[in-house]
């Protein structure tokens, strides 16, 4: 019997609102992860099916795990950042399977945070992991992702959040201007709309404005680099407050479930400059929390380096639930 028609391959994927992928977990060993672009398939039946019949042309898993970056609410998913629908049962109905599992994709790191080996980990100040603490996570890339982990017996108790989404607050008048200048625009300004790949855009734009700067239209990548690099003074200046108040937002999320187990930094923009993160004032602002700093200061930060970090969630998920 090969590998693709066992009764223990399970299909995993990770489904972003830039980014699906995909992945057969079977007789405990993940096989190599495919990347397909959300915007080449008008839906995620089109992607799944381009992938299923690339790779798995002879049988079918008879299981699948999903994480989407949107709310999961009775097996459906509408992802936040791009028009496509999962349905649990839809999947289980046109593809065979004997059960779909679907869940929040920050969920997934969420079950990851336990089993990340050192090397996949970037430490961001603070001291020891508490052992039997929560953990916590939060992500900036297409939106920001927020989940929390509390160990318990056997498995974790994960907790998946839509914490992104909550009012983000300034910490300088400069900040309160910025966000003065996105609340005209948006009306609610949430901690997304500046911690995110569009985030970034947006403080990048409200700099700009605020400053009387002229500067090219760009996404977010194109600000990134220079503003690492220090070619364009508001490139920088939007990446410096990207970090700083993303320390803001960490801090906050510390002190509100008592993460003395760790806060990990996950999602795809801050992967690729770890550097300058670790000499921002991500740090000094995730311990600015006046008569809390003393709290705050032994709470190790980790940037997670793994950029498959969800396979590693789906993974320990799928061998709590006895599937893979």
């Known amino acids: 019997m090969t590998a693709t028609t066992s009764t223990t391959t399970t299909l995993l994927a990770d489904i972003g609102g830039t980014n699906a992928r995909f992945a057969l977990l079977a007789d405990g ?34 299981h699948a795990v999903f994480a989407a970056s949107g709310p999961v609410q009775n097996g459906r998913c509408a992802l936040t950042n791009n ?30 945070l336990p089993r990340l080996p050192p090397g996949s980990l970037l430490q961001l100040g603070g001291r020891e992991r508490v052992a039997g603490a929560p953990l916590a996570a939060l992500g900036p890339g297409t939106g920001l992702g927020m989940v929390i982990s509390i160990p318990h017996a056997g498995a974790p108790i994960v907790l998946p959040s839509e914490g992104g989404h ?21 009306g609610h300004v949430s901690s997304e709309r500046v911690l995110s790949g569009a985030g970034l855009e947006n403080l990048y734009d409200a ?8 500067v090219p239209e760009r996404r977010a990548v194109d600000i990134t680099r220079p503003g690492v690099e220090g070619t364009c003074p508001i490139s920088r200046a939007a990446v410096n407050m990207f970090c700083a108040m993303l320390g803001s937002v960490a801090g906050n999320l510390a002190l509100a479930i008592g993460a003395k187990g760790g806060i990990f930094i996950a999602g795809g923009i801050l992967r690729h400059m770890p550097e300058f993160l670790a000499a921002s004032q991500f740090r000094a602002r995730f311990e600015e ?3 809390l700093k003393a709290y705050l200061a032994p709470i190790p930060a980790y940037l997670v380096l793994d950029e498959h970090v969800a396979f590693v969630g789906l993974r320990a998920l799928t061998e709590a639930e006895g599937l893979g």
């Open 166 to 186: 909550s009012t983000m607050a300034g910490s300088s008048l400069r900040e309160d201007a910025v966000i003065e200048h996105l609340r005209r625009r948006f």
């Open 83 to 112: 028009s496509w629908i999962i349905d649990a049962a839809e999947l289980c109905s046109d593809h065979g399977f004997s059960s779909v599992r679907l869940i929040n994709d920050f969920e997934a790191v969420g079950w990851a």
């Open 207 to 214: 700099l700009a404005s605020i400053d009387g700067v002229t």
């Open 289 to 291: 929390k006046g008569r």
């Open 29 to 62: 060993g993940l096989g190599p992860i495919t990347h397909m672009a959300v915007g080449d398939y008008g839906t995620f039946q089109q992607a799944l099916a381009a992938y299923l019949g690339d790779t798995v042309p002879i049988g079918r898993p008879r």
